[in-house]
């Protein structure tokens, strides 16, 4: 068995190599080999009892000159489960907006709304397909698990039903098309099944696997959401559990997130395929 790291661990295995006087166009590093290390270190850190300490929850933001609608701007752990968002949202409700803020909506805009022929989805499959290390990690035939059954825990009071119906129904397309972009099929595994506000964990298509939930928006209810599902998956035997967003719903500096709708001009396009008039 893998020997059990923690992260701190990890970081106290590598010194900077210019503070050990190393010139560092010299070093090799055989990637293949350190993504496996890192991939069997984030296996372990999965099952940890405290795997939902929220000690180590942390997030991280691009920086404004690297923003590429094809990367993940936010980065972040619920505990020890990973998360990445394609774009940072902020409300202008609750934050008090300045210049860096507002390119990081801007770069929201052009990455995910706007026009209907922008495909946020594909943005962010080409996200993944750039990010060596998630190559690495998603190579095992990862499984893309239905959220859909919480979807409506999300809200106090009634939303309606048909906008519960379009959010199952964007649901389904970034499920499907996770799927069908890192397995060759948009089959989705059904995991989960709410039974008067209890949950039933199926664990067959789960074992041994790689599992990816997904979701619209990171926001405090979605990411708590991805940390109990997340660790429901790794004791139900699952390898690991990756999250993904299409947009994270910065909060202000003391958590605070507005309670209204997110404006129309600020809300992803469809999740849906997109059809080229042009063949």
């Given at each position: 068995?893998?020997?059990?790291?923690?992260?701190?661990?990890?970081?106290?295995?590598?010194?900077?190599?210019?503070?050990?006087?190393?010139?560092?166009?010299?070093?090799?590093?055989?990637?293949?080999?350190?993504?496996?290390?890192?991939?069997?270190?984030?296996?372990?850190?999965?099952?940890?009892?405290?795997?939902?300490?929220?000690?180590?929850?942390?997030?991280?933001?691009?920086?404004?000159?690297?923003l590429n609608p094809h990367k993940f701007t936010a980065y972040g752990r619920v505990g020890y489960f990973r998360w990445h968002a394609l774009t940072l949202y902020f409300d202008e409700s609750v934050h008090k907006m300045d210049d860096k803020k507002s390119k990081y909506n801007s770069h929201h805009l052009e990455t995910a709304c706007e026009d209907i022929m922008n495909d946020p989805v594909?943005?962010?499959?080409?996200?993944?397909?750039?990010?060596?290390?998630?190559?690495?990690?998603?190579?095992?035939?990862?499984?893309?698990?239905?959220?859909?059954?919480?979807?409506?825990?999300?809200?106090?009071?009634?939303?309606?039903?048909?906008?519960?119906?379009?959010?199952?129904?964007?649901?389904?397309?970034?499920?499907?098309?996770?799927?069908?972009?890192?397995?060759?099929?948009s089959s989705v595994a059904e995991v989960f099944k709410n039974t008067n506000e209890q949950f039933e964990v199926n664990i067959d298509p789960i074992k041994g696997k790689d599992v990816i939930l997904a979701f619209r928006w990171a926001n405090k209810w979605s990411l708590d959401a991805y940390g109990q599902l997340a660790r429901l998956c790794a004791l139900g035997c699952a390898n690991t559990v990756f999250g993904f967003f299409l947009s994270r719903i910065a909060p202000t500096l003391d958590g605070k997130e507005s309670n209204s709708a997110i404006p129309k001009k600020y809300q992803p396009c469809s999740c849906a395929p997109r059809i080229s008039l042009f063949g």
């Open positions: 068995m893998a020997k059990v790291f923690n992260e701190d661990d990890l970081r106290s295995m590598f010194i900077p190599a210019d503070e050990l006087g190393i010139d560092t166009g010299k070093i090799t590093v055989d990637a293949d080999y350190w993504f496996s290390e890192m991939y069997e270190m984030y296996k372990d850190s999965c099952h940890f009892e405290d795997c939902l300490d929220p000690s180590q929850s942390n997030e991280v933001h691009c920086p404004l000159d690297k594909d943005n962010m499959l080409q996200a993944i397909n750039n990010d060596e290390e998630l190559v690495s990690f998603l190579e095992h035939d990862p499984v893309v698990v239905s959220t859909e059954p919480v979807l409506h825990l999300q809200h106090t009071e009634d939303p309606g039903e048909q906008y519960l119906l379009n959010e199952s129904h964007e649901q389904f397309w970034l499920e499907a098309r996770l799927s069908n972009f890192l397995n060759n099929n």
